[in-house]
């Protein structure tokens, strides 16, 4: 009895053994990153598809790998972020999509990231960028447009009518039979809306929900959303969306055995599927007509709040004043209110800040503008609101909000030069400029020299004082002359600096370089103003025509570049059309005292 007895123990304890030896393999290769790209070799103009996989937790510090040579990222987003547990392993997939810029070899660089707490990596991958299309493309199937099977995938926009700049969410849903188990999606080349603002948005992960569709049975998930905004009257296409589908396929032999499916695991195989969401319509009607003249485009619904600190300055402090405009329209193309300073205010362009809540659905932004006021003297003042207009279009009516009104006490005089000293027996000066001296009788000159001297020292020191003191107050109070003469070291600063980031931090360093030289060489506030107010400001600053639509060109590259990354030009060929456009401006036009601008220190130098 007891050698039957040991025999089970032993068996057990083999397969506990052998339990432990499998874990401790998985544990070892628990975290791990991997990367492909969907071509090795592409023409100029098509997008490279690179997908990171991270095995072993969802990982942290995950962003896009850099891009050098002939490839450019288009989005820091990611195209698709796909969150899976198979066999109960975390996988993560992500896809971030590269442009193929110019003939070449482009790199994407070294993956890195931190799974688990352990750093994992994957390396870097070349891509060869050729003239024209590849010399071989190999066909891939597609799903029948419109079809329903056991796979489909739709898109399902939030309403089909909406006006110029009213918010549409896209939503791509993917329909599947409950047999089927789909692991993960990514977009397959690459898409656009034209005629609409596109921003990309957050898809939280969730679990398949059950549906039916023409009577049958089918389960759905969210793949992507995307938030369009239509600039444009008429019919808003949206192209078809192709996507590749990794299915998990679950196969069970048949047998006689009850407990076969606990001893004998079933096996699993894996499948890549593409589908096509087919091409939807959106009819976009015009804005009414009647807007009030502070509207300059803004359509959804917004809230406006305005800060300032501090309340109380000394004359020549900083007074900075924020307007936030937070709702679910449009952010990125917000035009600042056209707040007014005070007489004897330094107004500086408002710095603008944005932030999407991109999980929010709709699509929600805050945009805040930062205005810098510098008081040149004392006293009490008043920086009165200023209109604001948005178009609701659930009610279809313009809606015209005010900013608040901000108090404003000045502590001090007046930031002005050194007043004249006013001749007079009591003032110093009088000793040196009086010519009234006589010689008296008997008295060598010799005797009135050195008396003369030994009387003026305590003037001449007081003067040079005096002197000393009205040139600081004169150097502090002249704060435009000084802001004119560093412009152009500020240009090429920020200019060049531009070069060294990518994506929206390059407009946006280019848009600032551009905004502070129209205010510090012009004194033109190029921030507040909308296109064709600064077009306004900028004649009436003596710019010629062709310069000002340089200027505009420049500008409007700028936007698309901030906020919808990979539709416009490249970063560095707008900072150097900006830089070209400056210092045409800097040789040609005169400053603000009718003096030619010095030539000694250009923008392009």
Do not use: H
Not at 94 to 101: F, G, I, K
Not at 199 to 226: F, K, L, N
Not at 329 to 335: C, K
Not at 339 to 350: H, V
Request: hydrophobic residues 40%.
């Amino acid at each position: 009895m007891r050698p039957r007895s040991s025999r089970p123990s032993r068996l057990r304890l083999a397969v506990a053994l052998a339990a432990l030896a499998v874990a401790a393999a998985s544990g070892a290769a628990a975290q791990s990153a991997s990367a492909a790209v969907s071509a090795r070799r592409v023409a100029v103009g098509q997008t490279v598809t690179y997908t990171v996989t991270l095995e072993g937790g969802r990982g942290q510090s995950v962003g896009p790998p850099l891009a050098t040579g002939a490839l450019r990222l288009r989005s820091q987003f990611p195209a698709s972020d796909a969150t899976t547990m198979v066999n109960g392993r975390t996988e993560r997939r992500l896809t971030w999509a590269y442009e193929a810029v110019r003939p070449g070899t482009g790199r994407i660089e070294r993956f890195r990231a931190r799974v688990g707490g352990q750093p994992v990596a994957a390396d870097g991958i070349t891509v060869t960028v050729e003239r024209g299309p590849p010399a071989r493309v190999a066909p891939s199937p597609r799903s029948v447009t419109g079809a329903r099977g056991p796979l489909f995938v739709q898109a399902e926009p939030s309403r089909r009518t909406a006006y110029v700049g009213e918010q549409v969410v896209v939503d791509y849903e993917l329909y599947f039979e409950p047999e089927i188990q789909p692991r993960q999606t990514a977009p397959v080349g690459t898409w656009d809306a034209p005629g609409a603002w596109r921003e990309e948005m957050d898809v939280a992960s969730t679990y398949p929900r059950p549906v039916t569709v023409g009577g049958q049975p089918y389960e759905a998930v969210t793949i992507r959303r995307v938030a369009l905004f239509p600039t444009r009257a008429g019919t808003l296409e949206l192209a078809p969306m192709d996507f590749t589908v990794d299915l998990l396929r679950t196969d069970r032999q048949p047998s006689p055995d009850p407990f076969a499916p606990f001893f004998s695991p079933f096996t699993s195989r894996y499948e890549d599927r593409d589908v096509t969401a087919p091409s939807v319509s959106v009819e976009v009607r015009p804005l009414p007509d009647g807007a009030p003249p502070s509207f300059a485009g803004a359509v959804g619904q917004f809230e406006v709040s305005t800060t300032a600190e501090p309340r109380q300055v000394d004359a020549g402090d900083a007074v900075r004043i924020q307007v936030s405009i937070r709702g679910d329209g449009n952010t990125a193309t917000l035009s600042a209110p056209e707040i007014e300073a005070p007489p004897g205010f330094d107004a500086y362009a408002p710095r603008e800040e944005r932030e999407v809540f991109r999980g929010a659905e709709p699509l929600r932004g805050v945009k805040t503008f930062t205005y810098t006021l510098v008081p040149q003297g004392g006293g009490r003042f008043t920086v009165p609101g200023a209109p604001w207009t948005y178009f609701d279009p659930t009610t279809g009516r313009y809606v015209t909000v005010q900013t608040d009104p901000v108090e404003v006490v000045v502590r001090g005089d007046a930031l002005a030069d050194a007043a004249p000293v006013a001749a007079g027996p009591d003032a110093p000066a009088g000793l040196m400029t009086s010519a009234d001296w006589r010689r008296p009788p008997g008295r060598g000159a010799w005797l009135w020299a050195l008396l003369g001297g030994g009387l003026a020292l305590p003037a001449l020191a007081a003067a040079l004082f005096l002197g000393a003191r009205a040139g600081r107050q004169r150097l502090a109070a002249d704060t435009a002359r000084r802001r004119w003469r560093r412009a152009p070291a500020d240009v090429r600063r920020r200019l060049t600096r531009a070069q060294t980031l990518d994506g929206p931090a390059a407009f946006a360093e280019i848009e600032g370089a551009v905004r502070g030289f129209l205010s510090d060489r012009l004194g033109v506030p190029a921030g507040p103003l909308s296109a064709d107010a600064l077009d306004e400001a900028l004649a009436d600053a003596g710019v010629a025509p062709d310069a000002r639509a340089r200027l505009r060109a420049v500008r409007a590259a700028c936007e698309r570049g901030r906020y919808a990354p990979g539709l416009g030009q490249r970063a560095d060929a707008v900072a150097a059309e900006a830089q070209q456009a400056l210092a045409d401006l800097d040789a040609d036009a005169a400053r603000p005292s009718t003096r030619r601008w010095r030539r000694a220190d250009p923008v392009g130098a």
